[in-house]
């Protein structure tokens, strides 16, 4: 029991909906991290596509709450880039 606290004491979920998507780890996510790494702060996605462009794989990774959603794509398996709407009321 106490490794499942540890796995998800960093996880900070909405304590009304118990939702990942908000601003505070959508800010943890930074360019670089593996598609694991954005997996484990804001779950899995509500939709992922990847394309294979002949020299990388891009895989964008598309959460949504209504909406609110924020959009991360990355080039193999590295964050490249990052875009949403959280920040907005």
Same mark, same amino acid.
Not at 2 to 15: I, K, Q, Y
């Given at each position: 029991?106490?490794?499942?606290?540890?796995?998800?004491?960093?996880?900070?979920?909405?304590?009304?909906?118990?939702?990942?998507?908000?601003?505070?780890?959508?800010?943890?996510?930074?360019?670089?991290?593996?598609?694991?790494?954005? @997996?484990?702060?804001?779950?899995? %996605?509500?939709?992922?596509?990847?394309? !294979?462009? /002949?020299?990388? &794989?891009?895989?964008?990774?598309?959460? @949504?709450?209504?909406?609110?959603? %924020?959009?991360?794509?990355?080039?193999? !398996?590295? /964050?490249?880039? &990052?875009?949403?709407?959280?920040?907005?009321?």
């Amino acid at each position: 029991m106490p490794s499942l606290v540890a796995l998800t004491a960093g996880c900070n979920r909405n304590a009304l909906t118990g939702s990942k998507l908000n601003l505070n780890n959508y800010n943890q996510v930074t360019t670089g991290m593996s598609k694991m790494q954005v @997996e484990r702060i804001m779950g899995l %996605p509500t939709t992922s596509e990847t394309k !294979d462009m /002949l020299i990388f &794989k891009k895989t964008s990774y598309r959460y @949504e709450e209504g909406p609110r959603f %924020p959009l991360f794509t990355f080039k193999n !398996d590295e /964050l490249d880039t &990052k875009e949403g709407n959280l920040a907005t009321p």
